[in-house]
Nanobody, 121 residues
Framework: QVQLVESGGGLVQPGGSLRLSCVIS????????MGWYRQAPGKQRALVAS???????SYADSVKGRFTISRDNAKNVVYLQMNGLKPEDTAVYYC???????????????WGQGTQVTVSS
């Protein structure tokens, strides 16, 4: 069974940095795309950054120039480097991947359990 496990969240002061990690484990054949979403209290879950298999990246306008998504293909890990954090970045951050898991017949979307990021002085 495929699992996505995030880590790296926490409390940071405005202007600080955090790096989130997401490890994809289990029996899988191929990873198509990876991404990070976030959900703040009272708001819908929204895309933060995405990374396709060919290396193309996409970012929400609110994080462009501050956040960077990357991956380690050998370890099946996706990262989100967050710099210049602002209080409005406070949210639960979720890792997601479109992948082909062993035993399935097609690509599907899988999600992690989320990690809390709080930006506050």
């Amino acid at each position: 069974q495929v699992q996505l496990v995030e880590s790296g969240g926490g409390l940071v002061q405005p202007g600080g940095s955090l790096r989130l990690s997401c490890v994809i484990s289990g029996y899988l054949f191929s990873i198509n795309a990876m991404g990070w979403y976030r959900q703040a209290p009272g708001k819908q879950r929204a895309l933060v950054a995405s990374l396709t298999r060919d290396g193309s990246t996409s970012y929400a306008d609110s994080v462009k120039g501050r956040f960077t998504i990357s991956r380690d293909n050998a370890k099946n890990v996706v990262y989100l480097q967050m710099n210049g954090l602002k209080p409005e970045d406070t949210a639960v951050y979720y890792c997601t991947s479109n992948l082909w898991a062993g035993g399935s017949h097609s690509f599907g979307d899988y999600w992690g359990q989320g990690t809390q990021v709080t930006v506050s002085s």
